[in-house]
């Protein structure tokens, strides 16, 4: 070791001098990173933009002179605070919506913003007031619908137009949540809810009622169809039969109530007997 | 020497020079033991026994490197203990550069040879270019600067459960305009790893964000009785699993969304009642239909056994009427007259005295005697 150093001083030195200059000039652009090399605060060029040619790989700097400013390279996360949207109709919506976003001019996003983080408190805002726009020339059950589509593709194109001025590029944009704010709007959609299912309940209860009244009246529908068919084949001795049925069951005591006092004519039909062959 | 001593009171690492003992209460100079009253306070339970100064665990790292007194660490070597020497070695030469060279060593094996598991893969960065994709097996890549080798469980199915469980629930808008409380579970694995690890800066949150999206947008193009129904569910999940597979894609982000099941549709707590009562509803009108039903059946069978009774006796009267009809209607008056009372006006001409307040007198009795025979007006 020591006779290392008596013998090549020189070469060794230069060596060490070497090894640090390259670790002071190289960097490494790994492949979710992009780079803007800043020369004296004045971005010169970029490494592995999405457009650019130069890839991630191993990359050289003047030491000192040039500065390196690493930016996220894939799609990056815009989150939305939860945002109160009146709908064309009146009525209150808790909304809550994310974009997707990459920074695809790194040059400018340096330029007007700094740093990712500098362009999100940039968009934020403006993604904030894009969908509520949007949202508020609409009705509350087409925020919810049909129409979701054609109004995320709008928040997505202006909130792209603004994003351009800082670098960055929107990729989409969704709607994460539609709620009912808390208190009022929330109790009275409970409300309807509840009168509805009463409303259901109620019509239960009456179409089984209903059911119960037809299926009553076929019953003796049916009945007296039986009846008619029978008795039908000879009215004249279903009367007589039916009176005699009568009878018994009018005068016989056997229900308990008092009994009956019958007078009778002699010109009666029982008694025809009775008063012997005239 | 160190060795003897406590491995975990302040005396070890003390060094040969320290004369106390493990025992030594507040033995070690003031500056040593800062907190040295700590002693006094509740002993620390982990500590063995004897050991009274319970301040620390361990040595600090001042007292490690004063301790070994004029012999540091950098002269004695990473891997001699305190005032530990490792013979010479054979020609007079230091063991410093072998050290040096045994951990460059295991640096490189461990950076450079890489056992993948039979569910994982790994991307490789060249100087941080992406270069390859390892599949499972013992892989080899270049030693840790040059090359980095990230592993992933790739084909492993990731569970996302929405909401957290714990997390309070939320409720989701229905298409006409009520609210569903719903829980339910993503399942996904990666099947892109290089664009799962360089499209998007945050793969997984990503997932839980569109999840929550596909599933409101799909939520709110059905009812809130479809949502409780088997086969709307099955539609939903269906939806949900396409429209989150459409959205990562656009994304290019790497991830298949292998099912979406929903593990709960329910009412939110605040109407869950009238919701019980629409079900009460439904077995009441099944229980007013079981009734009707039951009177039906009976009706129908009285007719039919009236009907048929009257047949029967029609049959004999056709074969010969009027005897038939002359004893019914005999039979019928014995039965009748033999229970009331008869009066008969034989003479013409005699008017009969309707005794009305009489017959009025013995309907009251029987009414208010109700045990009262019917023979009782006789």
Do not use: C
């Not at chain 1, 991630?56 to 605070?81: N, Q």
């Not at chain 2, 951990?103 to 270019?129: C, F, M, R, W, Y």
């Amino acid at each position: 070791m020591g006779r290392i150093w008596e013998e090549h001083r020189a070469s060794v030195i230069a060596l060490g001098a070497a090894l640090i200059g390259f670790m002071l000039s190289a960097y490494i652009v790994p492949e979710e990173e992009q780079v803007v090399v800043i020369a004296a605060g004045e971005p010169v060029r970029t490494v592995n933009t999405p457009g650019g040619k130069t890839e991630a790989g191993i990359y050289l700097r003047i030491p000192f002179y040039e500065r390196v400013a690493r930016i996220e390279k894939r799609v990056l996360d815009l989150d939305m605070t939860d945002e109160e949207v009146l709908s064309n109709d009146q009525q209150r919506l808790l909304v809550n919506a994310y974009a997707r976003f990459r920074i695809s001019d790194p040059i400018r996003m340096v330029e007007r913003a700094g740093t990712t983080e500098g362009v999100r408190i940039a968009l934020e805002p403006i993604l904030n007031s894009v969908l509520r726009q949007e949202l508020g020339r609409r009705t509350f059950s087409a925020m919810l619908t049909a129409e979701r589509g054609t109004a995320l593709a709008n928040v997505r194109d202006n909130l792209n137009r603004q994003a351009r001025q800082y670098g960055a590029e929107v990729i989409d944009v969704q709607i994460k949540r539609t709620d009912l704010p808390d208190g009022a709007p929330l109790q009275s959609a409970f409300q309807r809810m509840e009168t509805d299912r009463e409303r259901e309940a109620r019509t239960i209860r009456a179409q089984g009622a209903r059911d119960a009244r037809i299926i009553r009246a076929e019953a003796d529908a049916q009945a007296a169809k039986i009846y008619a068919d029978s008795f039908g084949k000879d009215p004249g001795f279903y009367d007589f039969y039916r009176a005699m049925q009568s009878y018994d069951a009018t005068f016989a005591p056997e229900n308990g109530n008092a009994s009956s006092s019958i007078i009778l004519s002699p010109d009666n039909e029982y008694l025809r007997q009775f008063r012997g062959r005239r | 020497m160190a060795g003897k001593k406590s491995p975990w009171g302040g005396g070890s690492g003390k060094g040969p020079d320290d004369g106390d003992g493990p025992v030594g209460e507040n033995g070690d100079s003031g500056n040593d033991e800062p907190g040295s009253d700590k002693a006094k306070g509740p002993r620390n339970p982990w500590l063995p026994p004897g050991s009274e100064d319970g301040g620390r665990r361990a040595p600090n790292i001042e007292d490690i490197f004063r301790s070994r007194g004029p012999e540091g660490p950098r002269r004695g070597g990473g891997t001699g203990g305190p005032g530990f020497r490792l013979p010479p070695r054979p020609g007079g030469k230091s063991w410093f550069p072998v050290a040096v060279a045994g951990i460059i060593g295991v640096g490189l094996l461990t950076t450079s040879v890489h056992l993948i598991d039979p569910q994982e893969k790994a991307v490789v960065k060249t100087l941080g270019n992406y270069t390859r994709t390892l599949d499972s097996g013992m892989r080899f890549s270049a030693p840790f600067p040059i090359e980095v080798v990230d592993v992933e469980d790739v084909t492993g199915v990731r569970v996302v459960r929405i909401p957290e469980t714990g997390q309070k629930a939320k409720l989701i808008l229905t298409g006409d305009q009520n609210l569903v409380d719903l829980s339910y579970i993503v399942r996904w694995n990666i099947k892109s790893l290089e664009n799962f690890k360089f499209s998007l800066a945050e793969p997984v949150e990503t997932v839980n964000e569109v999840a929550e999206a596909a599933m409101r947008a799909s939520v709110a193009e059905k009812t809130l009785d479809q949502t409780f129904s088997g086969q709307g569910r099955a539609e939903i999940e269906q939806r949900v699993r396409l429209r989150m597979q459409r959205t990562l894609d656009a994304y290019r982000s790497g991830i298949e969304v292998l099912g979406v099941e929903i593990a709960k549709a329910d009412p939110p707590a605040d109407v869950v009642d009238s919701f019980r009562d629409v079900s009460v509803a439904e077995q009441n009108a099944d229980a007013a239909r079981n009734q009707a039903s039951g009177y039906a059946q009976q009706v129908i069978a009285q007719a039919q056994g009236e009907a048929e009774a009257f047949d029967q006796v029609y049959e004999q009267y056709r074969l010969a009427p009027e005897v038939t009809r002359q004893r019914l209607y005999y039979e019928t008056m014995e039965r009748v007259l033999s229970k009331t009372d008869k009066t008969i006006v034989e003479t013409p001409g005699v008017t009969p005295y309707l005794a009305l307040p009489e017959l009025r007198r013995r309907a009251q009795q029987a009414q208010s005697t109700t045990t009262v025979t019917p023979q009782e007006g006789q």
